[in-house]
C-alpha cells in the first residue's frame, strides 16, 4: 500500500456534499483515505470547513474559500456525479489548467470524462 509523502501530488477532492449529509461526510472521508493509499497528498473541502461554516448561510464564502484552496492543487479527483458546487470546482480547474480525473463514488456512479 502507497501512502501519501511529501513529493506525491497534492489532490483536491470533489464530492457530494448535500442532502445525506453524515453519509457524504462518511464517503468524502473514504475518498481522502483512497488518495493517501495512492501515494497523493488529499486537500479535502468538506472536512477542511465541516463545523465552521453552515453550508444553508455561507454556500458562496465556503466556496471561494474552496477555490482558493483549488488553486493550491496538483489534481483535481472528482468522485461521482459532479453536483453545481463541483461544476464549479472542475470549472476553476479547467481555467487554472489544473488536471482533472475522475472517480466512481462508493454508490459506483461516476462522470464521464469532461464531468457530463
Known amino acids: 500500500m502507497k501512502t501519501g509523502c511529501r513529493d506525491g501530488p497534492v ?22 483515505r483512497f488518495a493517501v ?3 497523493a497528498n ?19 464564502t465556503a466556496m471561494e474559500i474552496d477555490l482558493s484552496i483549488l ?20 470549472a476553476e480547474a479547467v481555467k487554472r489548467g489544473i488536471s482533472i480525473r475522475y472517480f466512481k463514488d462508493k454508490d459506483g456512479r461516476q462522470a464521464p470524462p469532461g464531468g457530463g
Open 42 to 60: 488529499p486537500i479535502n473541502p468538506i472536512l477542511n470547513l465541516l463545523g465552521v461554516l453552515d453550508e444553508a448561510d455561507a454556500r458562496r
Open 11 to 32: 489532490v483536491y477532492i470533489a464530492s457530494a456534499f448535500s442532502g445525506d449529509v453524515p453519509g457524504n461526510t462518511k464517503k468524502t472521508i473514504e475518498y481522502s
Open 71 to 90: 488553486g493550491r492543487a496538483d489534481e483535481l479527483w472528482v468522485f461521482g456525479i459532479p453536483t453545481a458546487g463541483m461544476k464549479e470546482e472542475m
Open 37 to 39: 493509499q495512492q501515494g
